[in-house]
């Protein structure tokens, strides 16, 4: 996989493509099937949240190389209308869908590096990282 590999995510057969596209590069790279399933999985939350919550975004994936190691770098970007309380939505079990609120906190457990960015009325930002062992 070469540069960045990016997904719309308009419709909800847009979060399969996103999942099938982190699979496969997590696969290429060199992941165990444990580790394939927790990017998957992420990736799905991102994809969910967008669709749900900004109603279009994209979900964008890449290799990347820092000080010797190598991992998947998965950014979930939205102009949605932003996340105004970035401490409750952290919080576990919190849920605006009706979830199971593992969401955003479930994210940052299943990936190595998670930052997120959110203006609200212009949108949000998550880049997350899986680090390969």
């Known amino acids: 996989?070469?540069?960045?590999?990016?997904?719309?995510?308009?419709?909800?057969?847009?979060?399969?493509?996103?999942?099938?596209?982190?699979?496969?590069?997590?696969?290429?790279?060199?992941?165990?099937?444990?580790?394939?399933?927790?990017?998957?999985?992420?990736?799905?939350?991102?994809?969910?949240?967008?669709?749900?919550?900004?109603?279009?975004?994209?979900?964008?994936?890449?290799n990347v190389m820092e000080l010797g190691k190598q991992g998947l770098r998965v950014d979930a970007l939205d102009e949605g209308p932003g996340i105004s309380d970035i401490r409750q939505v952290m919080e576990d079990g919190f849920s605006t869908s009706g979830g199971l609120g593992a969401g955003l906190p479930g994210v940052k457990r299943l990936m190595d590096d998670f930052q997120i960015d959110s203006t609200e009325g212009?949108?949000?930002?998550?880049?997350?990282?899986?680090?390969?062992?």
């Open 1 to 62: 996989m070469e540069g960045q590999s990016c997904v719309k995510i308009i419709t909800e057969w847009d979060i399969v493509a996103a999942r099938q596209l982190g699979r496969t590069a997590a696969k290429e790279l060199g992941f165990n099937n444990v580790d394939q399933a927790r990017v998957t999985t992420a990736i799905s939350e991102l994809a969910r949240n967008i669709y749900l919550y900004a109603g279009s975004g994209e979900i964008c994936i890449q």
């Open 122 to 133: 212009k949108g949000t930002r998550i880049r997350t990282i899986k680090w390969l062992r």
